[in-house]
C-alpha cells in the first residue's frame, strides 16, 4: 500500500518558467511533509519541508503548499534553473508516533532550455 | 567536515555470497537509516536504529542484517538469502528532530 504517491514519474519544464511537482497522501495521521532532491548516483539531499499546521512554506525560488483537506501537497519551482533537473522526493511521517519516513515515487523534472 | 560516508561507491560480488556495506557518520546523530533504490521505485526502508545496539525492521528488511555498535557506524549485510540484492543502497541519519533525514552518497551493488 502506497501511502505517499507521485503521479507524475515525469516533468519537462522550460528554463525560467514554474515547476510544479505534486504528491499525494492517505495516511491522515501524517503530520510532517518534506521535499528532497536527488541527482542520478548520489544521495537525496533535504530541500524544503512543512508542518501540517501550516499550508504554505517558502524558501528563496521554493515554495510548499500543503492542501490537508485533499491529502496534497505540491512543490513549486520558480524560475526554474538547468540545475533543477534531479528526481524530486516527497516524503511525510506521523511525528507523534514514527520515527521514519514514507517515500513517494519520485518525479524526474528536466528543465530544459 | 560533518557527513556521512558510505563505502565503496560502487560493489560487485558473485551471487551467494554475503556482503558487508558501510555507513558511517559524524554528525553525532542518533538515529541511522539503510535505505534500498531501484529504478522507477521511491526509497524503501530496510532497517533503522534510534539508539547504539537497537535497530528495527523496516519494510523490506528480508535478507538483510545490521548492526549498531557505535553511534557513528551502522553496516549493513546483504546475505545470499536476498533474492534481488543488485540495487543502490542509501544510508541516512537524523538528529531527535523528527523528520529531515542526512544521506550519504550511497553504494551501487551488484551481483553477478
Known amino acids: 500500500d502506497q501511502q505517499v504517491k507521485q503521479n507524475s514519474p515525469s516533468l519537462s519544464v522550460q528554463e525560467g518558467r514554474i515547476s510544479i511537482l505534486n504528491c499525494d497522501y492517505t495516511n491522515s495521521m501524517f503530520d510532517y511533509f518534506l521535499w528532497y532532491k536527488k541527482y542520478p548516483a548520489e544521495g537525496p539531499t533535504f530541500l524544503i519541508s512543512i508542518s501540517s499546521i501550516k499550508d504554505k512554506n517558502e524558501d528563496g525560488r521554493f515554495t510548499v503548499f500543503l492542501n490537508k483537506s485533499a491529502k496534497h501537497l505540491s512543490l513549486h519551482i520558480v524560475p526554474s534553473q538547468p540545475g533543477d533537473s534531479a528526481v524530486y522526493f516527497c516524503?511525510?511521517?506521523?511525528?507523534?508516533?514514527?520515527?521514519?519516513?514514507?517515500f513517494g515515487t519520485g518525479t524526474r523534472l528536466q528543465v530544459t532550455l | 567536515d560533518g557527513g556521512i560516508t558510505q563505502s565503496p561507491k560502487y560493489l560487485f560480488r558473485k551471487e551467494g555470497q554475503n556482503v558487508t556495506l558501510s555507513c558511517e557518520q559524524n554528525?553525532?546523530?542518533?538515529?541511522m537509516y539503510w535505505y534500498r533504490q531501484d529504478p522507477g521505485q521511491g526509497l524503501r526502508l530496510i532497517y533503522y536504529s534510534q539508539i547504539v545496539n537497537d535497530f528495527q525492521k523496516g519494510d523490506i528488511a528480508e535478507g538483510y542484517s545490521v548492526s549498531r555498535e557505535k553511534k557513528e557506524s551502522f553496516p549493513l549485510t546483504v546475505t545470499s538469502a536476498q533474492k534481488n540484492p543488485t540495487a543502490f543502497y542509501l544510508c541516512?541519519?537524523?538528529?531527535?528532530?523528527?523528520?529531515?533525514?542526512?544521506f550519504g552518497p550511497g553504494t551501487r551493488l551488484t551481483v553477478l
Open positions: 516524503a511525510a511521517i506521523n511525528t507523534g508516533t514514527a520515527s521514519k519516513l514514507t
Open positions: 541516512a541519519s537524523s538528529t531527535t528532530r523528527v523528520g529531515e533525514q542526512f
Open positions: 554528525l553525532n546523530h542518533d538515529a
